[in-house]
C-alpha cells in the first residue's frame, strides 16, 4: 500500500474547553472516498479544519500527505459548508463545486484556460 493521504493516530481536538473527539485512528489512501457522518455538532467541520492545519490537535498525529497539516499548499482543496455570494455574481453548480480544485485562487478565472 502506498503511503496514506490522510493518517491520524490518538488524535483528539478541543474547542471552547471541551474534547469534541479523542482516540482517533484513521487512515485513508490515495484515490478512496470517504464520507464522516455524524449528527449536528459532533466535529465533522472540526474534523476538516484540522486536517487543512487551521486547528491543531490537542493530542495524537495527524499527518496529512505526509507532513503537518497546512504543508501541503495547492495540493489540498476545500469546498466550506457555507459560503455567501453577492446575489449579482452568476455562478453555476459547476462553479461552485469547482471551489474545492481552484477556491484558494478565489477570483475571476482569466479567459481562455485553466491557470498554473
Ligand atoms: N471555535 C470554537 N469555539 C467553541 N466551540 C466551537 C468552536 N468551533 C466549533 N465549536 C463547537 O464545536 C462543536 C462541533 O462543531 P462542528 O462545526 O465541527 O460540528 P459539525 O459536526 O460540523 O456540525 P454540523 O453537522 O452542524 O456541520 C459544536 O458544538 C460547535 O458549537
Ligand atoms: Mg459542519
Do not use: H, Y
Not at 87 to 100: E, F, H, K, N
Request: charged share 20%; aromatic share 6%.
Amino acid at each position: 500500500m502506498t503511503a496514506p493521504v490522510v493518517s491520524m493516530r490518538g488524535a483528539a481536538v478541543r474547542v471552547g474547553g471541551r474534547t469534541l473527539w479523542s482516540g482517533v485512528d484513521l487512515d485513508v489512501g490515495a484515490g478512496e472516498f470517504v464520507a464522516v457522518l455524524g449528527p449536528n455538532g459532533v466535529g465533522k467541520s472540526t474534523l476538516v479544519k484540522v486536517l487543512l492545519g487551521v486547528l491543531p490537535p490537542a493530542a495524537g498525529e495527524v499527518r496529512v500527505l505526509g507532513g503537518r497539516p497546512g504543508r501541503a499548499g495547492r495540493r489540498v482543496g476545500c469546498l466550506p459548508q457555507r459560503r455567501s455570494f453577492d446575489a449579482s455574481l452568476r455562478m453555476r453548480g459547476t462553479d461552485i463545486v469547482r471551489l474545492g480544485w481552484d477556491g484558494d485562487r478565489w477570483g475571476v478565472p482569466l479567459f481562455g484556460g485553466l491557470r498554473a
